[in-house]
């Protein structure tokens, strides 16, 4: 969700009971990070969902790279504010799980395969988001049954399951396939609280899976992204199979120009499949709710035939 979550869609997650996250470099500073910390903080405080339960807790996506030149100040912050949940994406160092863990905050980590999901483990990491094939943004290329049962195999703690994740059937899904929760962004960047461009919202809507491109042409990392907007910037069928970055100019560090290039660049998963619409943030999780509910009492009706 780089550059499409912030405050706004965060909070109204957590107020309907879905842990909400941001990515720390969609603020432009360290300092306007800890500001959106605050913002969040404040919003969420004393709040009770009308089931009575508090809000969900919030969380961080955090690059762990050598290129992000804010990596240990951010991390400063989190800690300051004891952010509850801190996703780490490029790198799992166990300098910085200790760190999350010194205040009681949680630690999941993104992972394409089973050697990088053995290097977060021995980090000391919580759960590992298993980011599958079709997934939006940085992806892997896994089928999601093998991923899920070859992590199990020896990772006993939470597993989260990414990719092509866009309704409440799909939760359940995941569910059945054997993770222990369900992890979403594309579907997240077709609601109203969304940073998105109207017209990347719109062409999320009219896209199929054939317009979901898997490159490493933009970042230098293979992520999918939506075809149009590939045409669009001039990037052609022979620059996508390239795995060198665009040149967006020596004076510009790595930060910025991901950002540059993310900005006019759209990613998104293989979901848009099941995406027609931009609604509310609180009507999405409702119906999200009602049809995992559904699916589940599906799958009940069918185990009585058996």
Known sequence: MFLISGPDLVVECCKNGVVGTFPALNQRSTEGFEKWLIEIENKLTGFTQ?????AAPYGVNLIVHRSNPRLYADVEMIVKHKVPVVITSL????DIVDAVHSYGGLVFHDVINRRH????????VDGLILVCAGAGGHAGTLHPMAFVNEIRSFFNKTILLSGCISTGRDIASALQIG????????????????????AYQEMIIESETADIVYTAAVSGVNANFLKPSLESAGLTPELWSKAGK?????????AQAEAKAWKTIWSAGQGVTSIHDVQSTQNLIDNLKQEFRSAIEEQYQLLQKY
């Open 179 to 198: 993770a222990d929760l369900a992890y979403m962004g594309t579907r997240f960047i077709n609601t109203t609280e969304s940073k998105a461009d109207a």
């Open 91 to 94: 790198g799992a160092v166990s």
């Open 50 to 54: 009308p089931n009575g339960k508090p």
């Open 117 to 124: 999901a053995e290097k977060a483990a021995e980090a000391g």
């Open 246 to 254: 665009i040149d967006f100019g020596k004076e510009l560090d790595a």
